[in-house]
């Protein structure tokens, strides 16, 4: 697996949710604050108004996508001037269906298309490259910009109009390629719209990309910063000192949570004993695995199966 997919597996949890909502002018929602729930609104048809608490609002037309990787709040309405809906729509409700259609307001204004979707993560295995992310990301429409994710936006637009057999495969796999596409299209963003240092220049960078690539793909090894140095094509300390800048932390600090981030996916997902998970990345003993568990994430990995996802069990 390649890095920026294994920022999406090594968090996910549960099913994502999406709905494809027309609504009828005058019309306004409030969508709550979800932390550790990402969430995004795609613009199918008309325009209306992002209302965020903390900046001016913003008019999102056709084709505009809006990203929380942090699950803030915001609300969205056919102008700044209409009153918002006081019922919150919660992306995460346990009852509701993996995807739906609504027809919402019974003005005679005009009419707006959405497509909104959340992802339930689990936030105690958060990878350091989401915090690089702001609150809110826009990625404005634009002739020839970003295709493929204008693709997975039609698609699952009109999956969720009119399911077919097999809709509920064809929507999950969907949503999580629409939120791959989503961080794509920011992290290959023109110089100016994103961080230029960061995560999003460590991917960029082919030296430190390959360091990262061989330590995602195989946990278990025991590498030293000396060889991931020669994976990246650097002398060791120039290597050090780049990815130490870039990623945040050092080589193997980052391999460290890397290996302890796994193994709780693997928790959570497998029934493999501890021992086997321990081997499985990098730890010689199921001893020192789980004193390095409970160090990461503050409990034994025998707990930590045991109560399932941190954010599931807060709701």
Known sequence: MDVLSDVIAIMRTGRPRSARVEW??????????VPGAPGFQVILQGSCWLIRPDGDPVALSVGDVVFFPRGHGYALADSPDTPVA??????????????????????????????????????????????DLPNLIHLPAGLGRHPELRTAMELLGAEIERPRLGADTVVSSLLEVLLLYILRAWLNAEPGQCA????????????????LDAMHRDPAHPW?????GVRAGMSRAAFARRFTS?????????????????????????????????????????????????????TSPGRYRREGCPLAAAR
């Open 86 to 131: 006081e019922n919150d729509c919660d992306p995460l409700d346990p009852d509701a269906h993996l995807f739906a259609s609504a027809s919402v307001g019974g003005g005679t204004g005009a009419t707006t298309v959405t497509l909104c979707g959340g992802f339930q993560l689990d936030p105690s295995r958060a990878h350091p490259a989401l915090r």
């Open 24 to 33: 009828h002018a005058p019309w306004g929602q409030h969508f709550p604050s």
């Open 246 to 298: 870039l990623v945040g932390q050092p080589p193997l600090t980052y391999l460290t949570w890397w290996r302890l981030a796994s193994a709780a996916r693997l928790l959570h997902e497998t029934d493999e004993s501890l021992a086997e998970i321990a081997a499985r990345v990098g730890y010689g003993s199921e001893f020192a695995f789980a004193n390095a568990f409970k160090r990461q994430f503050g």
């Open 196 to 211: 230029v240092g960061g995560w999003a220049a460590a991917l960029a960078d082919a030296g430190i990309s390959a360091a």
């Open 224 to 228: 030293t910063v000396q060889e991931l």
